[in-house]
């Protein structure tokens, strides 16, 4: 599995994720400057957490404007992967390849604690090898994770069973305990919870490494 | 009037100069200073640049060691962590200006620690943070807390260095005058480390980061003088921070520091360009030559004066050696930062300041640092502090005191803080605020072994007996240590106290000092980095003296790393060390009996080390499945912690000849409370024996109450209060903040 972590001036999660790849595929992924404008061939790109361009004008909206974004959309309209963690969830709505929008969580304040997910959707392929209604324990960490969509843009993505994760007990006041979101091909995942950081669960594995570990089966 | 003149007697006062120092400053310059000077000169020599009242007494600190490898003067403290790793620390106050504006106040005392380290050659990993707030009924209290653990949040988080754990007390004698100290703590090769010393005459000096503009000015001095009720005048000195900045600064000088380039290197912190300069040049032996034309300007028309005093934060000096200025600037610039040559070394041994074509300053190096002036303050030994006699204390049901206690606001879980702090970026925290453990734990990444951190200090100690209190900070960082599961090495400190000018307050702080000073060199735990912060004062009122430790220790392997949560049903509660029942400036004296200012509790060093080692040995041989060391609220709150995190029920023991108050609640030091799995009883009995170790029965893991004689709680309930009353008492100013 060739994968490609974009950096942005202010992601913080890029590291982490990154060896979380490494820890799964054998192989660190390559890691590219957000002013890149050359393409770069791989399976998967992820957009990590942190806070890009300081969260400045909105979270995600000035990183969605990189140079670097033009290919990550290529890349994404010809059915390759997307993964945005966190801040890249919120990159990806921003730049209009995931609906709707992130807004500061119900409580005004940042929120960094364990939380459970409902897997609800399974054909995607970063989901694959869960069950429907399966739980996952992936923490949060996040200032502006309460995820809103417009009534008919909701009910659609509701149709078409766009919605991947919701939260068990919702910790931001996201619209429809949201917490995981595809495109309708299911090619394109934002999450708000970290699965770089559940990647061992006591001395097991965590559900994070499932997921790229399911990624990576698909994709092989 | 131009800044070139001599200044005026007002000016000369508003600087915070005395008369004398302005003398002795005139007669080490051979004429009178202009105005421009005079600002540097007072910054340099305000108390929070020179340390001009504490110095003689920092000087008994025990300071080296086998570990050491960089002690008290540099930007942080070193010490070697095997394997080519060394862990870089220090704690900082911003005490000042968190109460004038708290959450840019408390986020730039974030942003300077952890620049402290970073110009090291030390990648953060974790930030902790010692917070005192006045009480909770101060109408001031709800919105400096909610500002300054915000500021923290913001701050941290955002940078990406977790949070992973700190104190927070509240008390009365901080009302006027809350403290904030953030530490920091880094990992940086051992044969990578970068310094300050700006060596060689002729290299150039390259100023990166944010652009300088007009905040922060006199931050220094304000941090230097006590509070009045024009405090809130004072705002325009506090600086405002941008962690975007940092966490680029801190990617671009890590980059800049693998090419090899750097001869030195120096963040602005207090004082900004003029303490950086002064103190690299000091520090190297040799002159330098600014010319503020070059350096990066935020607003328009800046003076020498607005640029030498700015505290604007996430700046940095770099020496560079020869012929490397070109790459260097490019690893700035890819990371859209200012970067500017804006002088160079010289061997005149003087700061030389140009400006729009004039000179605008040339001053001696050593008036400004050697030979800053140095006080020996007259002090006052503290009188001894009445015994508290457990026996005239009036009976009481011990379920219903040991709630109260749960439930104060020093004790009450801080969930509400720490939620708010990312405890997890970097991915290596092991045990955080949320854990359950006495000390803080992050893996040395991509290995098996740890750091473990704690922030400790009990003031009300060091009020009713400065000695024994300041031994006992640096005893109880020690113990919460060892507690879970590392060996301690080394500590930074932050003495936060009032007007050293008062022999009274000058007296808890050199008792206080001594009495670390002891406790340091006793159990091999040397300072190797710190900071004070005096005039903590408004209207005349001092703070509480509080003397902070941030102690740092090793953990071996990850195997060791143990913590109160893991006691199970059926396991044996055993209390190691010797209890007499002392409740003098206990917490159950304050809070159920409204008793402070009683003798607290001697410290014995040996006892502590003797005990500390057998616990330490339990815990590598896997003898015990809990561990807690016992401070605020002894025995019983202790058992109720482990209760509350292990979420189990416990029955507690009471003893024969000692009243249950005494028993329960005394806080005899060098204590821990162990959970012992039954069948592991006797090997740890033999151990025990073996090492001379007080080590009785204090109860049983059982069912899910706790249960002291006929009394009981159950463990839910509690949790349900002691969760509570923090949630309950933030809410209030947010109104229908609840999702």
């Given at each position: 599995?060739?994968?490609?972590?974009?950096?942005?001036?202010?992601?913080?999660?890029?590291?982490?994720?990154?060896?979380?790849?490494?820890?799964?595929?054998?192989?660190?992924?390559?890691?590219?400057?957000?002013?890149?404008?050359?393409?770069?061939?791989?399976?998967?790109?992820?957009?990590?957490?942190?806070?890009?361009?300081?969260?400045?004008?909105?979270?995600?909206?000035?990183?969605?404007?990189?140079?670097?974004?033009?290919?990550?959309?290529?890349?994404?309209?010809?059915?390759?992967?997307?993964?945005?963690?966190?801040?890249?969830?919120?990159?990806?709505?921003?730049?209009?390849?995931?609906?709707?929008?992130?807004?500061?969580?119900?409580?005004?304040?940042?929120?960094?604690?364990?939380?459970?997910?409902?897997?609800?959707?399974?054909?995607?392929?970063?989901?694959?090898s869960f069950t429907k209604g399966q739980y996952l324990d992936i923490p949060v960490a996040h200032h502006d994770g309460n995820y809103f969509a417009q009534k008919d843009e909701l009910s659609?993505?509701?149709?078409?069973?766009?919605?991947?994760?919701?939260?068990?007990?919702?910790?931001?006041?996201?619209?429809?305990?949201?917490?995981?979101?595809?495109?309708?091909?299911?090619?394109?995942?934002?999450?708000?919870?970290?699965?770089?950081?559940?990647?061992?669960?006591?001395?097991?594995?965590?559900?994070?490494?499932?997921?790229?570990?399911?990624?990576?089966?698909?994709?092989? | 009037m131009s800044n070139l003149s001599?200044?005026?007697?007002?000016?000369?006062?508003?600087?915070?100069?005395?008369?004398?120092?302005?003398?002795?400053?005139?007669?080490?310059?051979?004429?009178?200073?202009?105005?421009?000077?005079?600002?540097?000169?007072?910054v340099m020599w305000s108390e929070h640049c020179s340390y001009k009242s504490s110095r003689i007494h920092l000087a008994k600190f025990p300071t080296t060691g086998k570990r050491v490898i960089c002690g008290p003067g540099e930007n942080a403290g070193i010490i070697d962590v095997g394997d080519g790793d060394a862990?870089?620390?220090?704690?900082?106050?911003?005490?000042?200006?968190?109460?004038?504006?708290?959450?840019?106040?408390?986020?730039?005392?974030?942003?300077?620690?952890?620049?402290?380290?970073?110009?090291?050659?030390?990648?953060?990993?974790?930030?902790?943070?010692?917070?005192?707030?006045?009480?909770?009924?101060?109408?001031?209290?709800?919105?400096?807390v909610a500002g300054v653990v915000a500021g923290i949040g913001g701050y941290g988080n955002c940078v990406g260095v977790p949070t992973v754990g700190g104190e927070m007390n509240f008390d009365p004698g901080y009302n006027g005058n809350i403290l904030v100290n953030a530490m920091c703590v880094g990992l940086a090769r051992a044969d990578s480390i970068f310094y300050s010393a700006a060596k060689g005459v002729g290299n150039t000096i390259l100023y990166v980061g944010a652009r300088t503009g007009r905040d922060g000015i006199h931050g220094a001095t304000m941090a230097s003088a006590e509070f009045?009720?024009?405090?809130?005048?004072?705002?325009?000195?506090?600086?405002?921070?941008?962690?975007?900045?940092?966490?680029?600064?801190?990617?671009a000088c890590l980059e800049l520091m693998a090419t090899g380039n750097i001869i030195a290197i120096q963040d602005m912190g207090a004082a900004g360009l003029t303490s950086s300069s002064i103190e690299m040049a000091?520090?190297?032996?040799?002159?330098?030559?600014?010319?503020?034309?070059?350096?990066?300007?935020?607003?328009?028309?800046?003076?020498?004066?607005?640029?030498?005093?700015?505290?604007?934060?996430?700046?940095?000096?770099?020496?560079?050696?020869?012929?490397?200025?070109?790459?260097?600037?490019?690893?700035?610039?890819?990371?859209?930062?200012?970067?500017?040559?804006?002088?160079?070394?010289?061997?005149?041994?003087?700061?030389?300041?140009?400006?729009?074509?004039?000179?605008?300053?040339?001053?001696?190096?050593?008036?400004?640092?050697?030979?800053?002036?140095?006080?020996?303050?007259?002090?006052?030994?503290?009188?001894?502090?009445?015994e508290l006699n457990a026996e005239d204390l009036p009976q009481r049901d011990p379920v219903d005191a040991l709630c109260r206690l749960m439930v104060c606001p020093d004790m009450a879980s801080k969930r509400w803080v720490w939620e708010q702090y990312d405890r997890h970026v970097m991915n290596d925290t092991v045990a955080d605020s949320a854990s359950s453990c006495d000390g803080a734990i992050v893996r040395i990444h991509g290995t098996d072994k740890a750091v473990a951190i704690s922030s400790d200090c009990t003031p009300r100690y060091v009020q009713a007996d400065a000695y024994r209190g300041g031994k006992q900070a640096v005893a109880e960082s020690w113990r919460n240590l060892i507690a879970s599961g590392a060996k301690p090495?080394?500590?930074?400190?932050?003495?936060?106290?009032?007007?050293?000018?008062?022999?009274?307050?000058?007296?808890?702080?050199?008792?206080?000092?001594?009495?670390?000073?002891?406790?340091?060199?006793?159990?091999?735990?040397?300072?190797?980095?710190?900071?004070?912060?005096?005039?903590?004062?408004?209207?005349?009122?001092?703070?509480?003296?509080?003397?902070?430790?941030?102690?740092?220790?090793?953990?071996?392997?990850?195997?060791?790393?143990?913590?109160?949560?893991?006691?199970?049903?059926?396991?044996?509660?055993?209390?190691?060390?010797?209890?007499s029942g002392w409740l003098g400036s206990s917490l159950y004296a304050r809070e159920i009996e409204g008793l402070s200012g009683h003798m607290p509790p001697p410290v014995k060093l040996s006892v502590e080390q003797n005990n500390g080692k057998f616990v330490k040995k339990a815990i590598q041989q896997s003898l015990v499945r809990a561990v807690h060391d016992l401070s605020d609220g002894g025995l019983a709150c202790a058992a109720a912690d482990m209760a509350l995190a292990s979420d189990v029920g416990m029955v507690l023991e009471t003893h024969d000849e000692m009243p249950n108050h005494a028993w329960l609640f005394g806080e005899d030091q060098a204590r821990y409370l162990l959970a012992v799995p039954s069948h592991k009883l006797n090997q740890l009995q033999r151990l025990a024996y073996k090492q001379h170790v007080p080590f009785v029965f204090a109860g049983e893991v059982v069912g899910d109450d706790i249960k002291i004689g006929a009394a009981r709680i159950k463990v839910a309930d509690l949790r349900k209060k002691w969760e509570g009353w923090l949630v309950e008492y933030m809410e209030k100013i947010h109104g229908n903040a609840g999702e």
């Open positions: 599995m060739r994968v490609a972590v974009i950096v942005f001036p202010g992601s913080n999660c890029d590291r982490d994720v990154a060896e979380a790849i490494a820890q799964v595929t054998g192989k660190p992924p390559i890691m590219v400057w957000h002013r890149e404008t050359t393409f770069f061939d791989v399976d998967l790109v992820i957009l990590p957490g942190g806070f890009a361009y300081g969260d400045y004008l909105r979270p995600g909206a000035m990183a969605a404007r990189s140079s670097v974004m033009r290919h990550v959309l290529d890349h994404a309209k010809a059915g390759g992967l997307v993964l945005g963690i966190c801040n890249g969830f919120q990159v990806l709505t921003e730049i209009g390849l995931l609906p709707g929008a992130l807004l500061p969580n119900a409580g005004m304040k940042f929120i960094c604690k364990p939380v459970k997910l409902k897997v609800t959707r399974t054909s995607t392929p970063f989901t694959g659609r993505l509701e149709d078409n069973e766009q919605v991947v994760f919701r939260y068990e007990n919702n910790p931001n006041g996201s619209i429809n305990d949201i917490a995981g979101l595809s495109n309708v091909s299911g090619n394109v995942l934002g999450m708000m919870p970290h699965p770089e950081r559940a990647m061992v669960h006591g001395k097991t594995r965590g559900d994070g490494y499932k997921l790229f570990n399911t990624l990576m089966e698909t994709i092989r | 001599t200044p005026t007697p007002q000016q000369i006062a508003e600087h915070g100069l005395s008369d004398e120092e302005y003398e002795s400053l005139c007669e080490q310059l051979g004429r009178e200073p202009n105005l421009n000077e005079l600002g540097i000169c007072s862990v870089v620390f220090k704690m900082e106050s911003h005490n000042h200006p968190s109460f004038i504006e708290p959450y840019q106040g408390a986020a730039t005392g974030v942003g300077g620690i952890m620049r402290d380290v970073f110009t090291m050659g030390a990648r953060p990993i974790a930030l902790l943070n010692a917070l005192r707030f006045g009480e909770p009924d101060n109408p001031k209290t709800r919105s400096l009045d009720d024009d405090t809130e005048e004072k705002r325009p000195r506090v600086q405002v921070g941008d962690p975007f900045t940092e966490k680029r600064l801190i990617e000091d520090k190297g032996g040799v002159g330098i030559e600014i010319d503020l034309d070059m350096v990066p300007q935020r607003e328009d028309n800046m003076t020498a004066y607005e640029m030498m005093l700015s505290e604007s934060q996430e700046r940095m000096l770099i020496i560079l050696k020869p012929g490397t200025e070109t790459q260097s600037r490019q690893i700035f610039t890819k990371w859209e930062l200012d970067v500017d040559v804006i002088g160079r070394t010289t061997d005149t041994g003087r700061l030389v300041l140009n400006h729009k074509g004039e000179t605008v300053c040339n001053l001696p190096i050593a008036p400004l640092s050697d030979l800053a002036p140095k006080y020996d303050r007259p002090w006052k030994k503290q009188e001894p502090a009445p090495i080394a500590i930074t400190n932050c003495l936060n106290f009032g007007n050293p000018e008062k022999p009274e307050i000058m007296g808890q702080f050199v008792q206080a000092v001594e009495g670390m000073a002891k406790a340091c060199d006793k159990l091999s735990f040397p300072v190797v980095s710190g900071n004070v912060s005096l005039y903590n004062e408004t209207n005349g009122k001092a703070i509480p003296p509080t003397p902070t430790v941030g102690g740092v220790g090793i953990v071996k392997s990850l195997d060791h790393v143990i913590g109160f949560g893991g006691a199970e049903i059926g396991d044996l509660l055993y209390l190691v060390g010797e209890t």
